[in-house]
C-alpha cells in the first residue's frame, strides 16, 4: 500500500527566511503533487512533478523531485504572510488508476 | 471553458440520513474522482468513474456510493450517514484517468 508522509506536520515561518517540507512516498510512482489549501477551500494546484530530477519554481516556491530516494521537496524562499496556507502533496501511479494519495499535509504559519 | 462545479456549497443532516452530492465536470474531462477530506487531515480516494462505471475505488464501505451520466457529471451518494462521515468531499475531473486532475470547490457535509 502506498503511503506517504509529510513533514513537518505545522511549520511556523519568520517573513524573510526560507524553509523546506518533505515529502516522502513509499513506492515507485508516475507523478508527483503539490497543492496549496486555504482554510475552507478546495486544492489549488501548484506543481506537477514528473522524473526524477525534476524542479519546478513559482515565485518563492520551489519543488523537486528525487524518485530514487522517494523524496520531494518544497522549498520557500523568503517567506510572505501570504503563503500562510496548508501544503499537501499527492503522489499517483498510473497502474492504480490515477488515485491520488495525499499526505497528512504541513499547516504553514509566516509572521511579520 | 468551464471548470468542475460541485453542489451543494454546504448542507447539515442527521445521523442515519442519506445525502446526494453532485459534480459537474470540466469540459471535455470524461473521469471524475470523488475525496473525503476530514478535518485537519489530506483528502482519501473513495472511487473514481470513467465513461460511467467505477474505474477504482478506495478503502470506504458500500454505503458510499455513485454515479455517472453521459454527460460525464457525478453523483455520490452516502446512506446511514454517520458522524465520521462529516467532512469536505471533493470532486476532481480528468479528460482520461491516466491524466491530471482538476479539484472543484468542494461540499462541506456536517452530520449531528
Known amino acids: 500500500e502506498l503511503k506517504v508522509e509529510q513533514n513537518p506536520l505545522f511549520l511556523s515561518m519568520q517573513e524573510g527566511k526560507n524553509y523546506t517540507i518533505y515529502c516522502n512516498y513509499s513506492?515507485?510512482?508516475?507523478?508527483l503533487y503539490w497543492y496549496r489549501q486555504d482554510p475552507g477551500k478546495s486544492l489549488e494546484s501548484l506543481f506537477v512533478?514528473?522524473?526524477?530530477?525534476a524542479v519546478k519554481q513559482e515565485g518563492r516556491l520551489m519543488a523537486s523531485l528525487d524518485t530514487k530516494a522517494r523524496l520531494s521537496t518544497l522549498h520557500i524562499t523568503a517567506a510572505v504572510h501570504d503563503l500562510s496556507a496548508t501544503y499537501f502533496c499527492?503522489?499517483?501511479?498510473?497502474?492504480?488508476?490515477?488515485?491520488?494519495?495525499f499526505g497528512g499535509g504541513t499547516r504553514v504559519l509566516v509572521k511579520p | 471553458e468551464t471548470g468542475v462545479t460541485q453542489s451543494p456549497t454546504h448542507l447539515i443532516k442527521t445521523r442515519g440520513q442519506q445525502v446526494t452530492l453532485r459534480c459537474s465536470s470540466q469540459?471535455?474531462?470524461?473521469?471524475v474522482s470523488w475525496y473525503q477530506q476530514a478535518l485537519g487531515q489530506g483528502p482519501q480516494f473513495i472511487f473514481q468513474?470513467?465513461?460511467?462505471?467505477?474505474?477504482g475505488r478506495g478503502n470506504f464501505p458500500p454505503r458510499f456510493s455513485g454515479l455517472q451520466f453521459p454527460n460525464y457529471s457525478s453523483e455520490l451518494n452516502v446512506n446511514a450517514l454517520e458522524l465520521d462521515d462529516s467532512a469536505l468531499y471533493l470532486c476532481?475531473?480528468?479528460?482520461?484517468?491516466?491524466?491530471?486532475?482538476?479539484f472543484g470547490p468542494g461540499t462541506r457535509l456536517t452530520v449531528t
Open positions: 476532481a475531473s480528468t479528460n482520461l484517468p491516466g491524466g491530471e486532475q482538476y
Open positions: 499527492a503522489v499517483d501511479i498510473k497502474a492504480a488508476g490515477n488515485k491520488l494519495t
Open positions: 469540459s471535455g474531462h470524461n473521469t
Open positions: 512533478l514528473l522524473s526524477n530530477g
Open positions: 468513474y470513467y465513461r460511467e462505471e467505477e474505474n
Open positions: 513506492t515507485t510512482s508516475d507523478r
